[in-house]
């Protein structure tokens, strides 16, 4: 069994004290060679993808407001700008950032995205995030924000138009024949013509067809209603099972909607002896919605092929300490016991999940 791997990269960590650990280096959290060196760290290890956080307002230790705590880490830089700064310094690693689609424009999303395969080379990737907190809405203004039902069904109204956006150009629509003055081809290149219940969108793209076609698309769940919308949606789900028994009910459950759709497991891990520390340092042991791990490289192989799931998304819960831990200790621990690759074996981030690169929906046959 060959497990894929992906971390998700947030701030100093996912531990609201990260950024007072030994070796944390809050002084960079602003800039473009912090988020590089993370990057270039676990593509070293051989990982599938980084996620890069996102949000239309203040990181918070509540969930539906923002709180008044001044000893956390606050403040993101743009998940799209940042995956785009770091993916010329990479060659094989997948960058993966989060949007929301709730008050971001699909048009918008579609041509970031595009570009971003473009500036990686066909690494790119997408994770829509709905956005129900009303503190966000209040940065916009437009309207009320709908319920959760109706959100999700936005939300898949904005997948399938930046989908069709990315289909909008055939591949073969830039001619670029100088002789004759012909840069495109005009009947290569189409209407999207969507009309939803919540917006209309025209098309075509102003980007051409990125390179793998359709980005990698990966959507975070808890529970039935975000499934559901992964299985329509989405190539990869993150789930966030407590214990393996919860690992097997929630694959189960997401197999009965698409057994196609790719399950990994978010976990926040720690590498070393540092949690009951950083507990210490917030006031109060770390909550999280994932399963937290605290232990050795060679305990967290054991967990991790012992719940046997396809894949792992793993929380770092101090950077830089536990990514390096993952790369240099984990990483060789599997791939001692043949569960990880010992090189990357495709360019795309598409083929290394065995998809293949679909044709445009608007090609024309012959």
């Known amino acids: 069994m060959s497990l894929h791997l992906a971390v998700a990269l947030d701030g100093a960590g996912w531990h609201p004290a990260a950024w007072r650990a030994e070796g944390a280096r809050p002084d960079r959290l602003f800039t473009a060679g912090y988020w590089a060196d993370l990057v270039i760290e676990a593509e070293r290890g051989l990982l599938d993808w980084v996620t890069f956080e996102d949000s239309l307002s203040l990181q918070s230790s509540r969930y539906d407001a923002p709180d008044d705590r001044l000893d956390q880490v606050r403040g993101r830089l743009d998940a799209v700008l940042l995956a785009a700064a770091v993916a010329p310094l990479t060659s094989k690693i997948g960058v993966i950032p989060t949007t929301s689609v709730t008050h971001t424009e699909p048009f918008h999303v579609a041509i970031g995205i595009a570009s971003l395969d473009y500036a990686s080379k066909g690494r790119a990737g997408w994770r829509p995030r709905v956005s129900g907190r009303p503190d966000e809405a209040a940065h916009f203004g437009r309207r009320e924000l709908p319920d959760v039902e109706a959100l999700f069904r936005e939300a898949s109204d904005v997948v399938e138009v930046v989908r069709r956006l990315w289909d909008s150009w055939e591949d073969d629509a830039e001619i670029r024949d100088a002789t004759t003055g012909r840069f495109i081809d005009r009947d290569r290149l189409h209407y999207i013509d969507f009309q939803g219940e919540f917006f209309s969108v025209k098309g075509p793209s102003i980007t051409p067809r990125p390179p793998q076609g359709q980005p990698l698309i990966t959507a975070l769940g808890h529970s039935t209603a975000p499934y559901e919308f992964a299985a329509r949606n989405a190539d990869v789900l993150y789930v966030t099972p407590k214990d393996r028994d919860d690992a097997r009910r929630i694959v189960e459950e997401v197999r009965e909607l698409n057994p196609g759709l790719k399950v990994f497991a978010d976990l926040v891990v720690f590498l070393g002896d ?4 950083l507990d210490e340092l917030d006031g ?6 994932a399963h937290v791990f605290e232990g050795t490289p060679a305990e967290l192989a054991d967990l991790l092929l012992d719940w046997g799931l396809e894949g792992y998304r793993l929380r770092p819960g101090v ?3 536990d990514l390096t831990a993952i790369t240099r200790g984990l990483v060789p621990e599997l791939q001692a016991r043949g569960a ?6 495709t360019p795309d981030l598409r083929g290394r999940l065995g998809l293949g690169r679909p044709a445009s929906r608007y090609a024309r046959v012959s």
């Open 284 to 289: 109060a042991p770390l909550e999280s919605d």
């Open 340 to 345: 990880f690759r010992t090189a990357y074996e």
């Open 319 to 321: 950077l830089p300490n």
């Open 274 to 277: 540092h949690k009951a520390r």
